[in-house]
Structures are given as C-alpha cells and as structure tokens.
C-alpha cells in the first residue's frame, strides 16, 4: 500500500503548450523586437543621410546665377604662363628658423 497517493495538480492549459512549444513562448518574444529595431534603425540611418546630403548639396537660384556670372574665362595658354611664372619665384628662397615663444621648446638641444 502506498502511503501517499499520487495526485496530478490541475495545470492551465498554458503550461502544456509553453512545454510543447517553447521557441513560440520564449524564442519569438526575443526575436521580434530584435528585427523590427533593425529595420526602424535602417530607416532612421537612412533620413540621417538624406538630411545631410540635402544640407549640403542645396543652392538657391540666386546663387546659381551668381556663380555663372561671377566665372572666369580659362585659357589654356594663360595658365600655363601664369604657372610657370610662380615656378620661378619657387626658386628664391632661403632657410629661416620659425620664431617661438618664450619657454616653447625650439627643437635644439644645449
């Protein structure tokens, strides 16, 4: 004879499912924000850069037109000139120590 008989305690029925299938119960719950977070991040990253590419590419009518009127004439010729003339100063120069301020440290050793 047993001394204390078996009794089975009245289970929701909630307990069998999570036990049949956990991953819905458990897996799904985690998963889910996890993929919808990347997609919002992704749409969120992508107005970033459309912001900052219309910041930075936006001119006015106004200053288009300024542009164009303001532009200078290019001459293959004169730029050449104009090159070679800076070329030649290039070759009057001489060495001199840039001026510190009192306790800089100058770079040479006593």
């Known amino acids: ?48 850069y459309d912001l900052y590419e219309n910041k930075n590419k936006r001119v006015d009518k106004e200053e288009k037109l300024q542009m164009n009127k303001d532009r200078r004439l290019i001459n293959l010729k004169n730029e050449y ?14 060495i001199k120590r840039v001026e510190r301020r009192d306790g800089e440290f100058d770079g040479i050793l006593r």
């Open 1 to 48: 004879m047993q001394t204390f008989a078996r009794k089975r305690l009245n289970q929701p029925p909630i307990y069998r499912a999570i036990k049949r299938h956990p991953f819905i119960y458990f897996g799904l719950p985690l998963i889910v924000p996890i993929v919808c977070g990347s997609f919002a991040l992704s749409y969120l990253t992508q107005t970033r």
């Open 81 to 94: 000139e104009r090159l070679q003339a800076t070329h030649e100063e290039l070759d009057d120069w001489e």
